[in-house]
């Protein structure tokens, strides 16, 4: 051939394969002048002699192409389709008035005589179509052989792909399909260059539009099976344009010349792809035809990798959508009510999230082309699906608070196209709770409110929320609010705004909602609740209390749940008129009967049976606790194993406890996952879900759907209370197990309690690694319920609690009767001039930029099973007590030596066993720890690697060290840190009864290392100064207690203690000193500490000092009461005041 042969073959395949159909110039001269339509074809039969039927082919093709999408303003579209209906209707469909004119080309395409012109039968079908005659298209095809396998229609390429060129084709004749000859793939043309010069593109162009017209004709003749067929015989095609398009393609976003060259091509196939998966997504399940439309969702989006956002905005909605609500549905359990398992969260994200964010992001891309900020009375409803879309694939993943922050992302990303979206700020209101960002949780749900509130007092119809959206949030974000205020000293506003939400939300609740009913009943529950504990004001405290006990009841009542039995069950074991410590017992167990995978449910069962004196059933439910806990992490454990090996479904039992099975931990793990990314069709998904119904019964949408439904309807009723996250998870089950090591105490002493600290320090250490109980973490502040310092209203980490502490008679440390002030010492006669020396810092104004980030979020898991027979579930739960089963859990290595061994006398103080070596970090093996209080610099030295000169220890306080850089606020102690932190001072207090003195400074000292501003560090150091009859360095450290706390209780009772005591029993306490008591007791009695008996013994003490019998009598009265039925825990520190 020719140059000018070879040179128009190339310029009408490249304006062929371009589809510019109605570009003035889609080709150039030789000399670079642009030539129209007319001129291309001219100068073809000009200098390619004897292929006039090519040049007749190309210009009808021209022709019906512009008669088509003469009507639409998007070159892309062709008749009157429609973007987001999923039934094929107009779609490459002539208007009536242009049926004529189309006629016209189609009886000159008639009279061309040309055999094995395949192409000349290929056009016809084209034109058959869009003329209506869909007989007369399949007809046309049929003539084609081999149609079906179009694959083999193609010449394959024998070139590898670079960079530079894609589709190559054979260099010489010989390696030309013989079964094209005579059409654009030119056996004369010896073509070594482009895919669109030598027509191996137009021929795959060709084949996908024929399959395609093939379908589409079926579907026309509402025949779904032959259309799938005709449809999935492409399959071929699209593994070979993916791998073999050019990687130029990909390589930026910004620049799709590459994409206009192929344009045509990329009509056809998204066109094809678009129409299988509509056709598939209504009459097909999800794993129908060994999963053919995860193949199709698979290839879609690798393909649209390479078009740019404007193209086919309308159909690449449609299918993300579609995409989206395919792995929701398949991935989601069998009931939308049932909340996911908090047990089976795990750190690591299913494998089918990233797709499904793939498939997000992409999504995003394109509403941000096609989608613009809402003009006044308008809302952008695809942006408001978008964001729904997205919290539903969340909550199917697991709903993991860890998790969450891609999703508020999104949220924010769609209040720029938004304008005051209630649903936005519905769910970024509960986000942000669980993220942890609790201030800006409250700010959204007012912003929530006053926009819904705004709109409904308007009346503009579809403007405001629903009802059980806005009761669902409003309740959501009262206990949101009472969980914020129990954890921050003077949060009272908060409290009193939740019960004003409550109010709000009864204004539109259903009475005939039961399930509404009881949740509104509970929050207003917990509303009182939380109020007699923050207000500390004796005379509405019992009214308060009584009117949450009444709404409990309420909520039980109308529609018993996991969450209100726990709720009542707190509010029963409280002090006061109501106190019924049986009853409680009762509901606690309902609690774990219907929800047997919350370990607090264990928790607090365990701690009133405690308060019952059944010391024995507290430690087996509380064992139990502790078991459930260890079975989650085999079974997560194992999850991550089988993802690795691809292994069948696991299966993991939790204990038994008196014959009953508490609940069979089972896994569904789905192992073929749909990459987007992939080349090949290998998108099969498992047979069966284990949590859901079988996947023959997973369909995407009807039979006679036309739209897609709102993605709302992929949400899940919005749960009673948060999902805990995995660290929140480890404190729930740390708390427990300190209540297991006060039992202990309680039962065996502390000698049966010392061995078993290893155990639990062996526990962390399996959890957190090593580094965990013995050096501060980097890890950020995280929520929690009894997050911070202080009152033990304000859930502070004070051991007043602990009853690891001394007892509260005055009989040494061989007491029966335990109480969690530790009133009493074990007496050792070891002179001070043997210890190591510690002095006390004063109590001096804290660094203002030391501040704790806290957050509210309590995280919990619902699973809402109930249990067959609600008269036996007490029953139940004795003979699980009676005959669990123990479980042998293998653990990691423990600590090889005592926490206490290598701490001596008269020498240097070495750290314990148990923790890091700070003198290895520090290079200084003779340092001296003399300051408890320079510890803080100790903990920024280590942190920033930095060493210490040398400091010897003179008698005096030593010079303070060189300054260091100023701590940044990641580097205050995180909430697990605060919780080991109080381990090791219930250690230290263990170690002090058991007359090891110098063990319980090491334990002391290493919980100032993870928490130095934790008064319960500061309160053991004072006990372990009152050991050694050192009254004056106690007082010293009690009053440091109380300047991080203010309101702490144990720090005030262990002060008054020190100004009652006298030297011998002669001699009498000073009447300065019974006032001062008298008055801070009486301010604690009346405020944090009004269920403490300690506090009101020794007030009564105080008032016989002042001669007041009849407040002496009342005092000892109250205290004896108290102490009659308190667990062994206080259970606002261990568990909580609310889920």
């Not at 009444?550 to 069950?569: E, G, I, M, R, W």
């Not at 300190?738 to 959890?767: C, K, N, Y």
């Not at 100023?966 to 605060?978: I, N, Q, R, V």
């Not at 706390?1045 to 005030?1052: G, K, L, R, V």
């Amino acid at each position: 051939m020719h140059a000018k042969d070879k040179y128009y073959w190339a310029q009408l395949r490249a304006a062929l394969t371009a589809g510019q159909w109605s570009s003035l110039a889609p080709g150039k001269a030789q000399k670079g002048s642009p030539l129209s339509w007319f001129h291309i074809l001219r100068k073809f039969n000009k200098h390619c002699k004897g292929f006039q039927d090519v040049a007749e082919v190309a210009s009808q093709t021209q022709a019906l192409s512009l008669l088509l999408g003469d009507d639409t303003q998007d070159v892309d579209q062709l008749g009157l389709e429609v973007d987001d209906e999923l039934v094929l209707g107009d779609e490459c469909l002539l208007p009536l008035e242009r049926i004529e004119e189309a006629r016209g080309g189609y009886e000159i395409l008639k009279s061309l005589d040309s055999k094995n012109f395949d192409s000349l039968q290929l056009i016809l079908a084209f034109y058959a179509y869009a003329l209506g005659q869909f007989s007369e298209c399949l007809s046309y095809l049929s003539k084609v052989p081999k149609l079906l396998e179009a694959q083999s229609h193609i010449p394959p390429s024998f070139t590898t792909r670079s960079d530079n060129s894609a589709l190559q084709v054979p260099g010489s004749i010989a390696e030309t399909s013989s079964s094209w000859t005579g059409s654009f793939l030119s056996a004369d043309f010896s073509g070594s260059t482009a895919d669109i010069k030598d027509g191996r593109a137009w021929a795959i162009i060709e084949s996908i539009r024929s399959t395609c017209l093939q379908g589409m004709c079926y579907e026309k003749l509402s025949q779904p099976k032959k259309a799938t067929q005709a449809y999935s015989s492409a399959l071929p095609l699209l593994s070979s344009i993916e791998s073999e398009m050019p990687r130029t393609l990909t390589a930026t976003h910004s620049s799709f010349a590459s994409f206009d060259n192929y344009r045509e091509l990329w009509r056809w196939v998204e066109r094809l792809m678009f129409r299988t998966i509509s056709l598939l997504s209504r009459f097909c399940c999800l794993d129908e035809n060994d999963g053919l439309i995860w193949t199709m969702f698979t290839h879609y989006h690798a393909c649209s990798a390479h078009w740019p956002a404007t193209f086919r905005t309308g159909h690449r909605s449609t299918v993300a959508v579609l995409h989206l609500r395919a792995l929701i549905i398949q991935h989601q359990t069998s009931s939308t009510t049932v909340t996911p398992n908090s047990s089976f969260q795990s750190a690591k994200p299913p494998q089918w999230l990233s797709t499904a964010r793939s498939v997000i992001h992409e999504y995003r891309i394109i509403l941000r082309t096609c989608t613009t900020f809402p003009k006044a009375g308008e809302r952008n409803i695809k942006v408001e699906d978008f964001v729904d879309l997205c919290v539903a694939v969340w909550e199917t993943s697991g709903a993991m608070s860890d998790h969450v922050h891609w999703v508020l992302d999104m949220l924010w990303w769609a209040t720029r196209l938004t304008f005051n979206s209630y649903r936005i700020y519905r769910h970024m209101t509960r986000l942000l709770s669980i993220s942890g960002d609790a201030e800006l949780a409250k700010r959204t749900l007012r912003l929530y409110v006053q926009v819904v509130s705004k709109a409904r007092e308007a009346g503009v119809d579809n403007d405001f929320d629903t009802d059980r959206h806005w009761v669902e949030t409003l309740i959501n974000g009262a206990r949101m609010l009472c969980r914020l205020s129990i954890s921050r000293q003077d949060a009272i506003d908060d409290a009193k705004e939740a019960g004003d939400m409550i109010e709000k939300a009864k204004t539109r609740l259903n009475e005939d909602d039961r399930e509404m009913v009881a949740r509104v009943a509970l929050a207003e529950g917990i509303c009182y609740t939380t109020l007699a504990i923050i207000e500390q004001d004796p005379y509405t405290r019992q009214t308060r209390l009584g009117c949450a006990l009444a709404a409990y009841f309420k909520s039980v009542a109308t529609y018993p749940t996991p969450a209100a039995h726990h709720q009542l069950a707190i509010a029963l074991s409280l002090p006061g008129s109501s106190q019924n410590v049986d009853e409680a017992i009762v509901s606690a167990r309902a609690a774990v009967e219907d929800d047997a995978d919350e370990i607090r449910h264990w928790h607090l069962l365990g701690l009133l049976l405690s308060a019952n004196g059944e010391w024995e059933k507290a430690a087996g439910v509380l064992e139990v606790g502790a078991d459930l806990d260890e079975s989650k992490q085999e079974v997560e454990s194992l999850a991550r194993l089988d993802a690795e090996h691809t292994a069948d479904d696991i299966v993991v039992k939790a204990p038994m406890a008196d014959g009953i099975q508490a609940k069979d931990f089972e896994l569904d793990h789905r192992h073929a996952q749909v990459n987007g990314h992939s080349k090949l069709p290998a998108a099969h998904l498992p047979p069966s879900d284990a949590d859901g119904p079988t996947s023959e019964y997973k369909r995407l949408l009807d039979s006679d759907a036309t739209t897609i439904p709102p993605s709302a309807t992929l949400l899940r009723p919005l749960p009673g209370h948060p999902l805990p996250s995995p660290r929140d998870a480890f404190d729930y089950a740390l708390q427990l197990r300190m209540t297991q090591m006060a039992l202990a105490e309680h039962i065996e002493g502390p000698e049966g309690a010392e061995g078993r600290w290893v155990d639990v320090f062996s526990w962390i250490a399996e959890r957190k690694g090593p580094s965990a109980s013995g050096s501060m973490t980097e890890t950020q502040p995280r929520s929690s319920i009894d997050t911070g310092t202080g009152a033990r209203t304000t859930q502070t980490s004070s051991v007043l609690h602990q009853p690891s502490q001394d007892p509260l008679n005055e009989k040494g440390s061989n007491a029966n009767q335990h109480g969690p002030l530790g009133l009493s010492l074990g007496q050792q006669d070891l002179p001070s001039s043997e210890l190591p020396p510690i002095t006390v810092t004063p109590a001096t104004p804290a660094d203002p930029h030391r501040q704790f980030p806290f957050s509210m979020d309590e995280k919990d898991s619902l699973k809402g099973r109930r249990s067959s027979s609600a008269d036996g579930t007490g029953r139940k739960v004795q003979q699980m007590l009676r005959a669990r089963v123990h479980k042998g859990q293998e653990k990691i290595s423990t600590i090889s030596k005592k926490l206490g061994h290598g701490v001596v006398r008269n020498g240097n103080l070495k750290r314990t066993r148990s923790a890091p070596d700070f003198y290895a970090v520090l290079q200084n093996h003779n340092y001296q720890a003399s300051s408890i209080h320079s510890r803080r610099r100790l903990r920024s030295l280590i942190r920033h690697n930095a060493a210490a000169a040398p400091i010897e220890s003179p008698p005096a306080p030593p010079a303070p060290l060189p300054p260091v850089p100023e701590e940044t606020p990641t580097l205050h102690a995180t909430k697990d840190d605060k919780l080991i932190s109080d381990l090791w001072a219930m250690s230290a207090a263990t170690f002090r009864r058991l007359g090891k003195i110098e063990q319980a400074k090491g334990a002391i000292q290493e919980a100032e290392v993870k928490d130095s501003e934790n008064p319960a560090v500061w309160i053991q150091l004072g006990l372990y100064y009152m050991a050694l009859d050192r009254n004056r360095e106690a007082l010293d450290a009690f009053q440091k207690a109380l300047f991080i706390s203010p309101d702490d209780i144990a720090a005030s009772v262990h002060l008054c203690r020190i100004h009652l005591s006298t030297k011998c029993s002669t001699d009498t306490v000073d009447s300065d000193k019974a006032d001062l008591v008298a008055g801070i007791l009486g301010h604690v009695t009346r405020g944090p500490g009004w269920d403490v008996p300690e506090a009101w013994y020794y007030l009564a003490k105080a008032y016989g000092l002042q001669g007041r019998k009849d407040k002496e009598r009342e005092s000892l009265a109250t205290a004896l009461a108290l102490s009659d039925r308190r667990s062994i825990r206080d259970i606002g520190r261990a568990v909580g005041w609310c889920l």
